[in-house]
């Protein structure tokens, strides 16, 4: 595989999809954009161009895009028809495309990386279906707890397990969702959620009466944070980053996304899900490196399913084909610790975590 990276700006771009007369799709970055560019009277790098015409016209994309207190990164990958070929994109502050042909465990490795999930974790069990007005209470709560903590170091004074009025929680809630210091969790996710989060008071004050999952408990206008609770705030409250990762497919000329948020605090790492029917839940969900490699594996793949399925009357393999040059047979192998089955492409067990 040449996995070199390639460089062009907008012209040499344009004037190769003028010369292949490609029509970029809705997930490409060049969808929508004026190209007047000329055909291209030299003869055209073979392996540029097959880079170029996966992006232009993807079968499926994954937007990665992370947050942390150092700030910001955006990292777009596009996968073509049969899944042989997928192509990591990036564009400078001068104009200059970046394209990289890639493998799909790459992109795993970059979003463990950003996540620091080489740092161990704290298992708290936590799994939930909760409603977005609850999600946003319990965001509001970790700030307010955050800003007690800090009150009581300044004070030099013992952080107390006083209830939190919910008049509180919700003035935690306002300040960091109009900050921009990514520090405070509401603020990280106001800027990956995929819908918007800014809840009226009455709105907050019905989520945060339904909070519930062994955290919280209500008593009066006031939240009582239970031990597992205090764990989560105390985790949470100092956010080392986030990342939203988001598959997106075409289904009958309109563009489907399906998104997950990983947020990674000081000793816990859970994802946020919002469901396809956008039944207004929100699925939160402890997780770990080898749980998300499966939901990555998943997510890129049910998109590139789904988007032949739409095409097609024969619906393809669900599974990702392996490139032209690979043997042909498919290869099972299995976990040196527990026996599982795996996939080939699987780096960890999706039984016992154990690296293959």
């Avoid at 947050?67 to 042989?84: E, K, P, V």
């Avoid at 205090?230 to 990762?245: D, K, T, V």
């Avoid at 489907?256 to 899900?273: D, K, W």
């Amino acid at each position: 595989m040449n996995t070199g990276i390639l460089t062009a700006d907008i012209h040499q771009i344009a004037s190769l999809i003028a010369t292949l007369k490609i029509n970029p799709n809705a997930l490409s970055p060049f969808y929508d954009i004026e190209l007047s560019g000329a055909p291209a009277t030299q003869p055209l790098d073979k392996h540029f161009t097959e880079l170029v015409s996966v992006v232009c016209n993807p079968t499926a994309s994954i937007l990665l895009k992370s947050l942390s207190a150092g700030g910001a990164g955006i990292a777009r990958i596009y996968t073509g028809n049969d899944g042989q070929l997928i192509v990591k994109h990036q564009s400078d502050a001068s104009g200059t495309h970046c394209f990289q042909q890639i493998e799909e465990q790459e992109i795993v490795a970059d979003t463990a990386s950003l996540l620091a999930l080489d740092m161990s974790v704290s298992p708290l069990g936590i799994a939930a279906d909760i409603c977005m007005e609850s999600f946003c209470a319990l965001l509001g709560l970790v700030d307010c707890w955050r800003e007690r903590a800090l009150l009581s170091l300044m004070d030099r004074r013992p952080k107390t397990r006083e209830p939190y009025p919910l008049e509180a929680v919700y003035a935690a809630y306002r300040r960091s969702i109009n900050s921009a210091d990514l520090r405070w969790l509401t603020a990280i996710v106001r800027d990956l959620y995929p819908a918007h989060i800014d809840l009226t008071p009455e709105a907050f004050y019905r989520g945060a009466k339904s909070i519930g999952s062994g955290l919280v408990e209500l008593h009066g206008n006031a939240l009582s944070v239970s031990l597992h609770g205090e764990e989560f705030c105390a985790s949470m409250s100092a956010p080392l980053s986030a990342l939203r990762i988001t598959a997106s497919r075409m289904e009958n000329g309109t563009v489907i996304e399906n998104s997950l948020i990983g947020l990674r605090g000081m000793a816990l790492f859970f994802t946020v899900r919002t469901p396809e029917n956008d039944d207004g839940n929100v699925q939160m969900k402890e997780s770990s490196l080898p749980v998300l490699e499966l939901e990555i594996h998943g997510m890129l793949t049910r998109a590139m399913r789904r988007n032949r399925d739409s095409h097609a009357s024969q619906p393809p393999a669900t599974k990702i084909t392996a490139p032209s040059n690979s043997p042909q047979k498919t290869l099972r192998k299995f976990c040196s610790k527990c026996g599982k089955p795996m996939e080939p492409a699987m780096r960890f067990c999706p039984a016992c975590g154990t690296s293959a």
